[in-house]
């Protein structure tokens, strides 16, 4: 399977669809910061997530405690994909106009934020979430940054 996380209504041909809106192309209905999504862990050979990383928060503080949406999508996102499986993510730069703009963007990143999730980076030992490979990485700061990652196996950097 290739998944278009947050796809809204412009997902690629011979793609999955998911999306918190019932929108034309949408394969699967779900909020995507509940979690498990109802897809099956190790299930999805590609996927890509355009455009939807900067509208979940980084961290949210609840009666039950804090949490990180962003750290916990990242996760699931490592769940569903199989190991060696490419991940795909574009979102505006953090300081940028295209960023800022938005009243709904909450979560601002920056050529260094996936090192976060890639072992072989030291900001990783920070939180330590499920592992990635950063395999390319783009950005112009008043644009947009891209980043591709591979699922790695735990404990296997």
């Known amino acids: 399977m ?31 910061n509940v979690h498990p999504w ?12 355009w455009h939807i990383v900067e509208h979940i928060p980084p961290v949210c ?10 750290m916990e999508f990242m996760d699931e996102c490592w769940r569903v994909l199989k190991i060696g499986a490419k991940l795909d993510i574009e979102t505006p730069y953090g300081s940028s106009d295209g960023f800022v703009h938005d009243p709904t963007h909450c979560n601002q990143v920056d050529e260094i934020t996936f090192e976060h999730f890639d072992p072989d980076y030291g900001r990783y030992r920070t939180y330590q979430p499920k592992p990635w490979r950063i395999v390319d990485l783009r950005w112009t700061r008043d644009g947009n940054v891209n980043v591709v990652l591979k699922k790695r196996e735990i404990g296997n950097w």
């Open 61 to 70: 503080v609840t009666e039950k405690g804090t949490r990180r949406p962003f």
């Open 38 to 49: 109802p897809i099956d862990s190790d299930s999805v050979d590609q996927a890509k997530a």
């Open 2 to 32: 290739k998944l278009d996380i947050a796809c809204g209504n412009h997902k690629d041909l011979n793609w999955t669809g998911i999306d918190i809106q019932r929108l034309p192309g949408v394969d699967i209905v779900h909020d995507l």
